[in-house]
């Protein structure tokens, strides 16, 4: 699973009732999944405009901002929808954090102390990767736990990085992601202390 934040826009709109629904309700969730355009202004927003909400039957959806360009609408000046990338800030320096330091803690008490709403960094997460966020961090810790046993690193070190609370929990989810345990991977590690190379004549 990719971390890239260049996928942050998803392939697909959401259905028109549930995007309704989103910008009416100015969901940040949705910032960045899509721009409503007005028909009768000629402009488009980001789902969380603080502007008036037009009426839904005089909205048109596109995927990113530059689509809405294209399709000749100008960007609102209260939203600014062109501003930012298709991630909404918060997400891009949670990305950030999650790809740095896995193995740090990422449960609702952290995500609150840094100012995002866990409900929403879930819906978010779910709508743009297709995976909760929870599925991500594992796959991010399992990743940097794979790239450290083949490193050399000594498993019990891998673990306490990881930020899995028990041997047994990790080498299941291991074994189940890489198909070999992490004591094999370990094993076959590259260890440059052990390679032998022979004096040149
Ligand atoms: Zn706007």
Redesign the pocket.
């Known amino acids: 699973m990719s971390l890239d934040r260049t996928a942050c826009a998803p392939p697909n709109l959401p259905a028109r009732s549930e995007m309704e629904r989103a910008y009416l309700a100015r969901d940040a969730a949705y910032d960045g999944l899509f721009v ?1 355009a007005v028909l009768t202004t000629r ?4 789902p969380t ?3 008036r909400k037009p009426f839904p039957r005089n909205v048109v959806f596109f995927r990113t901002p530059q689509e809405a360009q294209h399709a000749g609408y100008r ?7 062109l501003e930012e990338s298709d991630c909404p800030g918060w997400a891009v320096g949670l990305l950030a954090d999650l790809e740095r330091a896995p193995g740090g803690r990422f449960g609702d008490a952290e995500l609150r102390a840094r100012g995002t709403d866990p409900t929403t960094v879930r819906r978010y997460f779910v709508r743009v990767y297709g995976a909760t966020f929870h599925a991500l961090l594992r796959a991010a810790r399992l990743a940097q736990a794979h790239r450290r046993l083949r490193a050399g690193t000594p498993i019990d070190t891998v673990i306490l990085e990881s930020g899995f609370g028990s041997y047994s929990g990790f080498r299941s989810a291991f074994t189940r992601a890489y198909g070999q345990t992490p004591g094999a991977v370990l094993a076959r590690a590259y260890r440059p202390q052990e390679v032998v190379v022979e004096n040149p004549v």
Request: glycine content about 0%.
């Open positions: 409503t402009i488009f927003c980001r405009c603080p502007a960007a609102c000046k209260r939203c600014r929808p």
